[in-house]
Nanobody
Framework: QVQLTESGGGLVQAGGSLRLSCAASGRTFTNNAMGWFRQAPGKEREFVTAINWSGWTTYYADLMKGRFTISRDNAKNTVYLQMNNLKPEDTAVYYC?????????????????WGQGTQVTVSS
C-alpha cells in the first residue's frame, strides 16, 4: 500500500493560482499512474486529472482543461497539480490517488490508494 500526503491547499482569490503536491511513500511509486480528484461541499467526488507512470501522458476532465496541469517528479515520489485562473466553483477538498498500473488508458483507471485531501477555497 502506498501512503499519499497532499499539501499546498489554501485560500486564494478568484483568478489566482495554487500548486498542490502529493508525496507518496511506501511501495514503488514510479510505475504507477496517479490522479487528482475533488469534492465540493454537498457534491460527489469528481475526477480532475490523471497522469501515466512516466508523466508523458495526461488526461483532464473537460472543466479543467487549459487551467489545470498535472505533472510528476518520480525522483521525488511527488505528483503536482498546478491550478491557474481559479474560480469560486473550484472550491473543494482535493485528493490525490494512486493506481497499480502504468496508465495505458487514463480514462479507465482503478484507484487503490487515497490521500486525506487538502482544502482549496477560492473567494470571489
Amino acid at each position: 500500500q502506498v501512503q499519499l500526503t497532499e499539501s499546498g491547499g489554501g485560500l486564494v482569490q478568484a483568478g489566482g493560482s495554487l500548486r498542490l503536491s502529493c508525496a507518496a511513500s511506501g511501495r514503488t511509486f514510479t510505475n504507477n499512474a496517479m490522479g487528482w480528484f475533488r469534492q465540493a461541499p454537498g457534491k460527489e467526488r469528481e475526477f480532475v486529472t490523471a497522469i501515466n507512470w512516466s508523466g508523458w501522458t495526461t488526461y483532464y476532465a473537460d472543466l479543467m482543461k487549459g487551467r489545470f496541469t498535472i505533472s510528476r517528479d518520480n525522483a521525488k515520489n511527488t505528483v503536482y497539480l498546478q491550478m491557474n485562473n481559479l474560480k469560486p466553483e473550484d472550491t473543494a477538498v482535493y485528493y490525490c490517488a494512486a493506481t497499480r498500473d502504468y496508465g495505458l488508458d487514463l480514462r479507465n483507471l482503478k484507484y487503490t490508494s487515497w490521500g486525506q485531501g487538502t482544502q482549496v477555497t477560492v473567494s470571489s
